[in-house]
Nanobody, 123 residues
Framework: QVQLEESGGALVQSGDSLRLSCAAS????????VGWFRQAPGKGREFVAR???????HYADIDQGRFTISRDDAANTVYLQMNNLKPEDTAVYYC?????????????????WGQGTQVTVSS
């Protein structure tokens, strides 16, 4: 069973950049699809980006080309680079791992989750 831990969240200003990390332990992420999701207060968990074990990437329309997901299998870590952050990006960001390795964007398809990391963007 894989355990996930997110890090890298912070309070930043509009236009700043952040890189979030999703570090895995207990198992290798190599065969999983890993996704980033976010949840703002009072809202549901929203898809941000995902990367399959083959390295295929998919982004939500909300990213508008500002986000990049990548994986370092040697480090057993997946990253989310976020540029030109906006106040509407404020949320808790979660990474999830899908053991089936599918290309799903639905949080219900993901088997394991981290505790989340807070990103707050001030205007």
């Amino acid at each position: 069973q894989v355990q996930l831990e997110e890090s890298g969240g912070a309070l930043v200003q509009s236009g700043d950049s952040l890189r979030l990390s999703c570090a895995a332990s207990g198992d290798t992420l190599y065969s999983y699809t890993v996704g980033w999701f976010r949840q703002a207060p009072g809202k549901g968990r929203e898809f941000v980006a995902r990367i399959t074990w083959r390295g295929n990437r998919h982004y939500a329309d909300i990213d508008q080309g500002r986000f990049t997901i990548s994986r370092d299998d040697a480090a057993n870590t997946v990253y989310l680079q976020m540029n030109n952050l906006k106040p509407e990006d404020t949320a808790v960001y979660y990474c999830g791992a899908d053991i089936s390795g599918s290309a799903s964007v639905r949080p219900t398809e993901y088997d394991y989750w981290g505790q989340g990391t807070q990103v707050t963007v001030s205007s």
